[in-house]
């Protein structure tokens, strides 16, 4: 079955990141706080020597950095990934630089760089979040060979243990890490795909009920239309008694008295299966019979109608179950084609064991660009008197029988509309 080329989609929306980074730069904003108190805090410290000008230096760049992003990105600013995963970087570059002024990997602040990782694992697709972390293990990595002491520490002996201690504290950073890039990413990967489903059950719930309620509304248009066709149908037999010696009228009136009882048996069966949707409920037939019949019927409810109809695919044809509401749908599109161009329509089915392919092509001007995309919208019509139900309930026949239906205009001129269905539902099993 073709299938049209998927577009690459962000795994979290611009709204959504552009939240996120609202309170990344508030928590930016309290982090500088509390490191230009520290820094004030170590000078009265004896055991610690810091730089307190490199730091302070590097503390007002960040602040600067700050407030030009804040300035740049308002709350109702929308947001990249990319630029939102730039953002995660700047703390950590800066983290990085602070880190190498007081004491690199021996400073206990060092498990700051923890939580850009938290972050971007948990709001970043995956292919960020392995970034970030490969980042921060190369700055942590760094640190440990090249920074700037802030401890006096004379420990005699001790000095090889105190070593082995801040390796161990590595090791456990470097573990840190990865747990969090896999499960993190994991949990991230469950949540949005519970949102993608939710999304999907909410937008199918609601096609459900147009469904139900067109389904609802049709049921009693049947009750209501078989009153009217029966006493059409009573007063053409008359006509026909009365005009009995007037052989072309009374040809003319039979073929009235035919479209009425295929109106009455299509309203009886609209009244008796309303509702039903399941294909079991129907017969067993062939593939090619059915379209032959299928075909045929359609003649008979359009005799004006010029139809050029192709059926023909594997032998033995495949046993199916009739589905009423497909039936239906392809008569929708077959009136379609029709009333575009009186003068011919195309129709060829061709199938395997597994995928049936229906193509109806009509011979008018074909689609616009506008109708192209809104053709299956429910309520969308360019006809004066059209309701734009029709291609929509094709659509959702075919989304409920697990196929697809496309509309494009033929390279010879005029509408096509082809049905790729799957047989696994309509199938009769052996």
Same mark, same amino acid.
């Given at each position: 079955m073709p299938h049209l080329p998927s577009a690459p989609v962000m795994l979290t929306d611009a709204p959504t990141l552009s939240r996120n980074l609202q309170r !990344?730069? &508030?928590?930016?904003? %309290? !982090?500088?706080?509390?490191? $230009?108190?520290?820094?004030? !805090?170590?000078? $009265?410290?004896?055991? %610690?020597r810091v730089g307190m000008w490199p730091l302070l230096t590097v503390i007002v760049a960040y602040s600067a950095v700050n407030m030009v992003s804040i300035r740049l990105y308002g709350p109702q600013s929308e947001i990249s990934e990319k630029a939102y995963f730039a953002q995660l970087m700047l703390d950590v570059v800066f983290l990085t630089v602070l880190m190498y002024f007081s004491g690199g990997y021996t400073n206990p602040f060092i498990s700051l760089y923890l939580f850009p990782m938290i972050i971007a694992g948990s709001t970043l697709p995956r292919f960020y979040a392995w970034l970030m972390g490969g980042s921060i293990l190369l700055g942590y990595s760094f640190l440990v060979f090249f920074y700037q002491p802030i401890f006096m520490m004379q420990m005699g002996n001790m000095g090889n243990g105190f070593h082995l201690h801040l390796v161990g504290m590595w090791l456990t950073f470097v573990l840190s890490v990865g747990l969090i890039v896999f499960f993190v990413m994991r949990m991230s990967d469950a949540l949005r795909e519970r949102e993608r489903r939710l999304a999907d059950m909410r937008e199918k719930a609601a096609r459900d009920e147009r469904i139900i309620a067109l389904g609802t509304?049709? #049921?009693?248009?049947?009750?209501?239309?078989?009153?009217?066709?029966?006493?059409? #149908?009573?007063?053409?037999?008359?006509?026909?008694?009365?005009?009995?010696? &007037?052989?072309?009228?009374? !040809?003319?009136?039979? %073929?009235?008295r035919s479209q009425i009882d295929r109106c009455k048996e299509t309203m009886s069966r609209m009244s008796a299966s309303a509702g039903q949707f399941r294909a079991e409920a129907g017969r067993s037939i062939n593939i090619k019979s059915y379209f032959e019949g299928l075909f045929s019927d359609w003649k008979t409810l359009h005799p004006m109608a010029h139809l050029h109809a192709e059926a023909g695919g594997c032998d033995p044809a495949p046993v199916i179950v009739i589905d009423e509401t497909l039936t239906q749908a392809i008569h929708n599109v077959l009136n379609n084609a029709f009333e575009a161009s009186p003068q011919g329509v195309d129709a060829k089915a061709v199938w395997t064991p597994e995928l049936l392919q229906l193509e109806i092509r009509d011979h008018g001007r074909g689609l616009s660009e506008q109708v192209l995309l809104s053709a299956t919208e429910p309520f969308f019509t360019t006809k004066e008197s059209g309701q734009g139900l029709g291609l929509f309930l094709v659509q959702e026949v075919m989304r409920r029988l697990g196929g697809e239906v496309t509309f494009s205009n033929h390279a010879e001129g005029g509408a096509c509309v082809t049905f790729m269905l799957p047989l696994t539902k309509l199938v009769v099993k052996a």
């Open positions: !990344l730069l &508030q928590m930016r904003s %309290i !982090l500088i706080l509390c490191q $230009f108190a520290l820094v004030a !805090l170590s000078q $009265f410290v004896t055991e %610690i509304q049709a #049921a009693g248009a049947a009750h209501e239309v078989g009153t009217p066709l029966a006493t059409m #149908a009573v007063m053409v037999r008359e006509l026909q008694h009365e005009w009995a010696d &007037q052989k072309p009228l009374v !040809l003319k009136l039979g %073929i009235i």
